[in-house]
Nanobody, 115 residues
Framework: QVQLVESGGGLVQAGGSLRLSCAAS????????MGWYRQAPGKEREFVAT????????SYADSVKGRFTISRDNARNTVYLQMNSLKPEDTAIYYC????????WGQGTQVTVSS
């Protein structure tokens, strides 16, 4: 059974940093484009960043460009999201999935940024 487990969230002050991890199990994702998504209270889930299977193609939402960095370690079947210069509007539950969003969603990891 395929499972995605997100971790690394927490409470941080504005301007702080967090590093999220997404560990995949049940199959290898080394040939799959992966992404991070987030859902703030009362809002739709939105795209944050995607990375191609080899890491050569990366895209970001305009709202996080220059502050967030997506990366992956295929040997560990893990995708990361380094988040710097966090803002209160980054507060959300963060999820990972494939770039096509075709897997079941995990529980996500809560990120709360205080002003």
């Amino acid at each position: 059974q395929v499972q995605l487990v997100e971790s690394g969230g927490g409470l941080v002050q504005a301007g702080g940093s967090l590093r999220l991890s997404c560990a995949a199990s049940g199959r290898t994702f080394s040939s799959t484009d992966m992404g991070w998504y987030r859902q703030a209270p009362g809002k739709e889930r939105e795209f944050v960043a995607t990375i191609s299977w080899g890491g050569g193609r990366i895209s970001y939402a305009d709202s996080v460009k220059g502050r967030f960095t997506i990366s992956r370690d295929n040997a560990r079947n893990t995708v990361y999201l380094q988040m710097n210069s966090l803002k209160p509007e980054d507060t959300a539950i963060y999820y990972c999935n494939t770039a096509r969003r075709n897997l079941g969603w995990g529980q996500g990891t809560q990120v709360t940024v205080s002003s």
